[in-house]
C-alpha cells in the first residue's frame, strides 16, 4: 500500500521559513515524479512544485517562483519543500502527492496517491 506522510508545518510569522517534507512508502520512489500542492479555505487545491523522479527540472507555481524550493533525496525516500519569504496568503493545507509515472502534471489528476495534508499558517 503506498503511504505519504507530510511533516513540518506550523504556524510561522510573515518572512519567516519552513520546510516540509514527505515521506513515501510502498512504491519505488525513484521512478516516480513528486509534487507539492496546497488548499485554502474555500479555494480549489492548486499546484504549487514538481519535480521528476531523478530531481531534474523542477517547476513552480508563479505565485511561489523564487521562493520556495522542492527537492528530492531518493536514498530516503522523502521529497521537501523549502519555504522561505512566507506571506498570508501562502496559508493552506500543504499535500504532498506521487506521479504514476516519472514525470510530474500540474493537475490533481496527474497522481494517484496524496498524503494526509499538513497546515501552514503565516501571520502578518
Known amino acids: 500500500q503506498v503511504q505519504l506522510v507530510e511533516s513540518g508545518g506550523g504556524l510561522v510569522q510573515a518572512g519567516g521559513s519552513l520546510r516540509l517534507s514527505c515521506a513515501v512508502s510502498?512504491?519505488?520512489?525513484?521512478?516516480?515524479?513528486m509534487g507539492w500542492f496546497r488548499q485554502a479555505p474555500g479555494k480549489e487545491r492548486e499546484f504549487v512544485a514538481g519535480?521528476?523522479?531523478?530531481?531534474?527540472?523542477?517547476r513552480y507555481a508563479n505565485s511561489v517562483k523564487d521562493r520556495f524550493t522542492i527537492s528530492r533525496d531518493n536514498a530516503k525516500n522523502t521529497v521537501y519543500l523549502q519555504m522561505s519569504s512566507l506571506q498570508p496568503a501562502d496559508t493552506a493545507v500543504y499535500y504532498c502527492?506521487?506521479?504514476?509515472?516519472?514525470?510530474?502534471?500540474?493537475?490533481?489528476?496527474?497522481?494517484?496517491?496524496w498524503g494526509q495534508g499538513t497546515q501552514v499558517t503565516v501571520s502578518s
Open positions: 519535480i521528476i523522479f531523478n530531481g531534474d527540472s523542477p
Open positions: 502527492a506521487i506521479s504514476p509515472g516519472r514525470f510530474y502534471g500540474l493537475d490533481t489528476g496527474d497522481y494517484d496517491y
Open positions: 510502498g512504491r519505488t520512489f525513484s521512478s516516480h515524479a
